[in-house]
């Protein structure tokens, strides 16, 4: 059953955590908060019930005539969408019958009076559920006697969004707090289909779950492309009075409250205390302050966490900060919040800044600080509090910021990278616009091309790779531009940023398996995951601009060329399958193989043929086929080292060496299909061995190869099995054979073994 008044009139209180909205003139369906909980101040069920068990208990109460119940939440939470969900039979158990209703609303000074129309209904005898939206507290006592009379024939439900201590006799109270972030999520994406999955996201956070706000903010996207863009000026009046007249001493409070991140609302004296400091801002004193956040709290405009306050949400927040800067001297800030305040409060006003991005005053004070002379202005020696502040406020002022970087960092030594390396992903963020792209990347070039094992080498090449993927890069640089810095890497004189040129390459290439743990929002700036392409055109322009820098440095004769043919063999699969540019990628493959045997390419297309060729158009097939049959290796130098020598060598005897009408078959007995497959290999790789060991000239180049210790071993002791048996042409390099085998290596020892017998060692007999 609903929480009823007791015996002494107290009324039970449900806290209901549940928004139900939905984006009129999009979807008409609604939006449960999965997340959302009922508290019914029953102890025995601990964290509540669910919140469509929540909108079924309300519908009980109001199911029986003469029984009242009170919504109450911030402006904005959904409670009016609530209210409709009572009627509706999509949503839970037993809906109430919507031509029972009466809605009105007392902020539109309807005729008759809700109180009037009460009465006349009950004098009437006429069933009714009477919805009273913005009902005052004063209000809803009136109704709750007459509708309580002994005679009623009506239930009311009203709707109130200024939350007081008051606690009506006779009354069921459900508070409707604000709503989880993924719910505010998904109304704004509905509402609001243009905006990025990042705004949606970022919007909801800023909101604090108020739907209110955040569709607020999600309508000033689109003008001032900025989260932090609360426009509303009714809308704030009305988050931030309630029911309540104007109060400038409030306002002032909550404007130097605003001005940190959050604050110590219950420490009252000594190093720690920190009311005073805000206090001091504005003139007030410690009672006064806590005083004053003592009532936001109650206006929930204030959010508590043990000790600690914030204003919240914080749309409200940042535009409360925005004010601030603007009534309160810069000197006294700074002397206030900076020259004379504990870490704490440093760095917490400096968080607030980050998200003042279209504040002149946020933007000045950011500049300071990075001015000759200016608290941030030794970035190689930041402390932890430096760069934790550094930062925060990157996002007021990133072209200055990006140059601070660049004065910092040029010519910068090992140690000062060293030092450095925390500016790595803050680098990033960065390079999401295209004007700061090529300069990002210049200083990430740095941290990446440094020696290996170095802190923070890895993570900066990471970085790097990122910044080329197609989707989920971070940055809106278009492709021509990442393609000419990735050129400009490939073409350097250092190795280290001609290997960085590889791994930027073999990123743009990439077609699948994407994922990112970076962070993708910057303060409140309107943020995105970064470029992602419309249409399948701009797929193909894609590859195309990239396959074309592929083959510059594939068929050059750049020391980087060999690593270009092998990230293009990594990519094989995707690109063929994907890009939508196979005849460019034939072409490519082609013209590789043209000179040498390509091994990986081989690979590469024998392996996206089995794996993807059942998909394929009959033509696509058709052209992978030729150019894997094109590939295959020929003469028996290149039998030899695309099945024996290499890395992955030791799989192609079981997954790539058997013929395709082998593969087609299938067959129930898949674990006798791959004893048969790998017998008939491991007998053509025999073969091999016993040509190797007849051909005098072949078994000169390999055999340096061979005595290699790499993957494959099983596929190498077969070829040496084989090439024992023609024994007489490895005497005359017995010497580098044993030597080999002092080693330890596999090979040898089974080469050995190969020619002379299981009981050969590398001071046995010759031959």
């Known amino acids: 059953m609903a929480p009823r008044a007791d015996r002494q009139g107290n009324a039970r209180l449900a806290v209901l955590r549940l928004l139900v909205a939905c984006a009129r003139g999009v979807d008409s369906g609604y939006i449960a908060d999965d997340q959302a909980r009922i508290l019914t ?50 949503v839970g158990d037993g809906a109430l019958d919507p031509s029972l209703a009466i809605y009105t609303n007392e902020a539109d000074g309807p005729n008759p009076p809700p109180a009037g129309l009460a009465s006349d209904l009950i004098a009437a005898q006429t069933r ?20 309580r009379s002994s005679s009623s024939t009506i239930s009311v439900i009203t709707v109130e969004y200024d939350i007081r201590e008051d606690q009506p006799e006779g009354t069921d109270v459900f508070v409707l707090d604000t709503s989880s972030v993924s719910l505010i999520e998904t109304l704004v994406e509905r509402r609001y289909p243009h905006l990025s999955q990042i705004d949606a996201r970022t919007i909801a956070e800023f909101s604090g779950g108020n739907a209110r706000v955040a569709l607020a903010l999600a309508s000033r996207i689109e003008k001032t492309e900025t989260v932090a863009g609360l426009n509303e000026e009714e809308l704030f009046r009305r988050l931030f009075q309630q029911r ?18 959050s604050f110590d609302g219950e420490t009252f004296d000594g190093a720690e205390a920190e009311l005073p400091i805000l206090g001091h801002l504005i003139g007030k004193s410690m009672d006064e302050m806590y005083a004053g956040v003592a009532e936001l709290k109650q206006r929930d405009l204030v959010q508590a966490r043990a000790k600690w306050r914030a204003v919240l949400p914080h749309a409200v927040a940042n535009r409360l900060a925005k004010r601030a800067l603007q009534s309160i001297p810069p000197a006294k800030v700074k002397s206030v919040l900076v020259d004379n305040a504990p870490e704490r409060i440093l760095r917490s006003f400096s968080r607030r800044l980050g998200y003042l991005d279209d504040s002149k005053e946020a933007q000045s004070i950011v500049k300071a600080w990075l001015a000759p ?64 792209f090529v300069r990002s990347l210049a200083l990430l070039a ?68 994407f994922t990112s743990h970076y962070e993708f929002d910057f303060g409140a700036r309107s943020r995105d995951y970064g470029y992602y392409p419309a249409d399948g055109a701009q797929v193909r322009a894609w590859f195309d601009s990239v ?57 590469a297309s024998r392996q996206t043929r089995i794996f993807d060729g059942k998909d394929m158009d009959t033509e696509l097939r058709r052209r992978l086929t030729d150019l894997e049959e094109f590939l295959r290796p020929k003469d028996l130098l290149s039998k ?54 007849a051909d ?30 023609s024994a007489h042409n490895l005497v005359r390099h017995r010497g580098t054979v044993c030597r080999d085998r002092e080693r330890g290596s596999t090979t040898a020892r089974r080469l050995l073994e190969g020619a002379y017998g299981p009981g050969c060692s590398a001071h046995g007999r010759s031959s």
């Not at 309540?244 to 605003?258: E, F, G």
């Not at 002022?397 to 990278?417: F, I, R, W």
């Not at 050129?487 to 280290?496: K, M, P, R, V």
């Not at 072949?698 to 099983?714: F, I, K, P, Q, R």
Request: glycine share 10%; charged share 25%.
């Open 446 to 513: 740095k941290f990446a091309a440094r020696p290996s094992g170095e802190t923070n080498d890895n993570e900066a090449i990471q970085v790097v790779e990122s910044l080329f993927h197609i989707v989920l890069s971070g940055t809106h640089a278009p492709v021509e531009m990442r393609v000419r810095a990735a050129e400009a890497l490939l073409d350097s004189d250092e190795e280290a940023l001609r290997r960085l040129g590889v791994k930027a390459l073999e990123a743009l290439l990439k077609t699948g398996h």
């Open 547 to 603: 396959l074309k820098l592929a083959r510059r440095f594939a068929l050059s004769d750049n020391p980087i060329a060999a690593e270009v043919h092998k990230a293009v063999a990594r990519e094989f699969r995707g690109l063929w399958s994907y890009s939508g540019q196979a005849e460019q990628l034939d072409q490519l493959a082609r013209a590789i193989a043209a000179s040498s045997f390509w091994r990986d390419g081989w690979i």
């Open 244 to 261: 309540h007249d104007p109060d400038p001493s409030l306002l002032l409070v909550a404007q130097s409250c605003s001005l940190v991140y």
């Open 696 to 725: 005098e000239d072949a078994l000169e180049t390999v055999l340096a190869e061979l005595m290699g210790e790499s993957e494959g071993g099983s596929a190498r002791r077969s070829v040496g099995g084989g090439r024992g048996k």
């Open 128 to 147: 009714a559920i009477l919805v009273v939206d913005n009902c005052t507290p004063e209000l809803h006592r009136r109704i709750s006697e007459i509708t």
């Open 373 to 436: 002379g200016g608290l941030l202005n030794d970035l190689p020696n930041f402390t932890e509090l430096s760069r934790a502040i550094f930062t925060n406020v990157a996002p007021v002022a990133p072209e200055v910021v990006l140059a601070a970087l660049e004065t910092a960092l040029s010519g910068a030594n090992e140690a000062v990278l060293g030092r450095c390396g925390h500016f790595v992903r803050l680098l990033r963020s960065l390079a999401y616009e295209p004007g700061f």
């Open 640 to 693: 030899v080292r695309g099945l024996v020598i290499g890395d992955r060598a030791g799989s192609l005897d079981l997954d790539d060496f058997y013929d395709e009408e082998d593969e087609e078959e299938g067959g129930s007995d898949f674990t006798a299909g791959y004893a048969e497959r790998a017998a008939r290999s491991a007998a053509a790789i025999r073969d091999l061995g016993q040509d190797l060991a």
């Open 41 to 90: 101040g029953d102890r025995h069920e601990g964290d509540g019930v669910s919140a469509t068990e929540g909108i079924n208990r309300i519908r009980k109460v109001l199911a029986t005539p003469g029984h009242v119940v009170r919504l109450v939440g911030l402006s904005g939470v959904g409670k009016t969408r609530l209210v409709e969900a009572l009627f509706d039979a999509s």
